[in-house]
């Protein structure tokens, strides 16, 4: 890695990023727009009519590009490949579903006013204090970016400084999540277990299962993916970013000129911590459970490849690999479902052997072949 | 020539006839006895409840051994007659219930399977109380007088539980006659528990602890407990000093021994919970430790070993024994040929890149778990465990070793040490090492290093295929049988430290160990919680594992 040289493709990309962030936003806020009218204001028979299904299911798929994100903010800028970002997704989802379930109240199957339906199926006597503020939005809220971030800050902490890199930190990450989703597996930690949270009715008051409820948390996802993504071009276009993809292509040669390498990786690690935070946040309530599932190592993976398939280090790469991956896992789950992980699994081969740029390096090669 | 060619022949005939009659001699006895049995059986149901005992000791005179199963079988109730016999000859059938009133039989005298019959058409063999009484009695004694030391020995354990005057009885009896020491002792327990129980003389009682010394049995630290206990106004129930102050330090030093053993047993699943982990891993430190590459499809050509173990058990469905020694090399050959095509189709292509090479495997790992799960059902598979592999080694009353951990232990330290041949004293290991030192060297001097990579990462399939048969042996064969272990090789060859051997050998020991003895005061999910995050923590003090490789590169 250090014997490398930066490559002069690298700084063009730069360049390409400023000019295709008004693009990326106008095509989003336009078609989210779109979308949302057509829910609200066309009649269910008319062609242009979006179902809310179709609503719910966009607003997922926003939420796996805003995760997309994140991962490609370190593995595409910083070279930290995490096969573990989906504990933190899955952790700030579990704090939108802990202030969900309080929500419930005494609508639950069991009626107790206080203990969520699997505290009282399991013989809890009391509310655990863990759980006991996560009836007030904004302490949920505060969760939802703090629990990510400060496990973030811990393990990039001592990863970083030991300088764990590559490999190792890449299956230390996998071992992370992996931890973590045994833990929730286990019934005496008081997340619902096996099953999880979920039969969630509403959010500040609005029913979940409302159109409009649905229309604004499919805003909100979109309005957190662009403002995402502006902050983190932003970032990558000050100094720090500088020294970010510094990191990326020699460490060494910045150590020896006086850099905290470490320091710098470790804020990124917690900046992408919060964004998958917050994208699991805005997942749970749109989805409508969380279980420990969320955790399991073959979940993360699959967010590189996302990003992967997509291309690193652009930023919309990884919105554009997300939106296509998963649209393809829902259309062949429905149809072929012994087929999907064949497709999955040849596309991991495909992309790492024949597009390393992923397809936004595809078109860009090709763009740039007719240039020339 | 002729002459004595005609001699020989002559003699190979006539000692041939000889044998034959001498067989049919036995076979007419043996006829004889058979007949009588039947005949007996057939009186069973026929004659008055009065007389059937009578018939039952007849029964257990001429039959001896054969009979036994029988008498177990009226004595549970399970002994029936067709009723379509009613008029013809009646044999009786032991029957298991099937639900539904629907019962499998088996002939009560031959044991041989006779098909299924419903309720309806079956009928019980009358037994009462006295009946069942002398037919445990009679039990005792058929096996109390067995030619095998094993029915001895376990009729012996049976009747520990509830002696009384009847069974103590047989009970001296069969001791004078036995030779085998374990059983004696046994029969000394027995005989000194019934003498606690029911004797009056306090001197007597005394004497009868000194057998029970050594004892670990559970039914003596019962009889032990009883000694010692108290009632419900705190007073103790024995009344003889003396006894009860023996009796409590008896049990004092009998905790002990129990504490000892549970140790020796904690250190047992741990050695072999390592010994599982090491399998795993070996494999792995050779293509992840010594070549450098991520394979994410490890687990995956574990569990094509342990499909490949399923389908020699198809193949040799009458050599179940054998086909385990047969699905050995044929897993190695299997993953091995596996690991040599992805190394030649995607691995090659991504030298130098570990984090895209480790994407691309995982790829390839879904796509045997679909391939697997598309040939042979998502449903998992069980592989039949040869009778030489099941079974455990008693060591004494609360120590036992299963056989199948047992030879596993031992099978991975066979491969661990074979594979360390290979690498030491073999040319291609000589190759491998000059290659994962310093491969533009080994190429100058003439290694072909394209083919010394696929050689060696089929060896560490091979090998990973080869534990796959060993985990065949543990748990259900299912699609994601690799999954499951994956992390905990990976965890185990950073831990040792990459590139090492023998640090694979101490790090997949010590993890199992370590886990092993948590599980008792944390559980098994909280105990392999904890050991992850422990190597967790433990590779940010030291990055390079546990024992790391020395060398002058500064940055890898």
Redesign the interface.
Known sequence: ??STSIPAGQISTLHAIRNKAPLFLAILFGATLYASVCNLYVPQGSVFYVSTYTITLLGKYLCYALLALSVDVIWGYCGI?S?GHGAFFALGGYGMGMYLMRQIGDRGVYGNPELPDFMVFLNWPELPWYWAAFDQFWFSALMILFVPGSLAFV?GW??F????T???L???T???T??LM??F??NEMGFGGNNGLTDFKDILGYNLQADNTRVVLFLLTALALALAYVASELIMNSKFGRVIIGIRDAE?RLRFLGYRTDLYKVALFVYSALLAGIAGALYVPQVGIINPGEFS??NS?EI??WV?IGGRGTLYGAVIGALIVNYAKTKFTAILP?VW??A??????A???FL?NGLVGLFKRRSQGKLS | MKYFLHLTLFFILSLAIQTVQAEDSINADDQDQMTQIIHLADQLSRVRLKKIQPILSQLEITGADIVQPMFEAMRAGNLYYLKADKNSQRRPVIVESLGDSNYQLKDAITLDKKGQATKKQLKKIRSNNKIRGFLRDAIARLTLSSENPEVREAAVKNMLASIDEKTIDLLLKARLQEQDDDILELMDVAIALHTLRTSEDAGQRLAALEPLEQSLLPVVRNSLNQLVAVDAAGKYIEADDTLRVRASEMLKDIQQQLDFYGFIETLFFGLSLGSVLLLVATGLSITFGVMGV?NMAHGELIMLGAYTTYVVQLMMPNYIEYSILVAIPAAFVVSGLVGIAIERG?IR??QGR???????T??????L???V??MFSPLNRQVASPEWMSGSLEINAVLSITYNRLYILIFALLVFFALQLIMKKTPLGLYVRAVSQNRDMAKAIGIRSGWVDAMTFGLGSGIAGVAGVALSQLTNVGPNLG?AYI?DS??VV?FGGVGNLWGTLVGGMSLGLVNKFLEPALGA??A??LV??F???F???R?RGLFPQKGRVA?S
Do not use: C, W
């Open positions: 890695m250090s490949l096969l393990f001592l990863a400084r030991s300088r764990v590559g490999v190792y890449a299956i230390m996998q071992a992370l992996y931890a045994l833990a597996f286990r060494d190592p073959l993976i590189v490849i992967a012994e992980l064949f999955l699994g040849a596309l991991f081969v992309v790492t052997i390393p | 991520i995607v292509f991504l570990p984090l895209e090479t480790l994407l691309a995982f790829g390839i790992s879904l796509v778990q679909q391939a799960r598309s999954q992390i990976f965890m950073v999910v909280l392999n919680i992850l995050v190597i967790i923590l590779i940010q003090k990055p940055d």
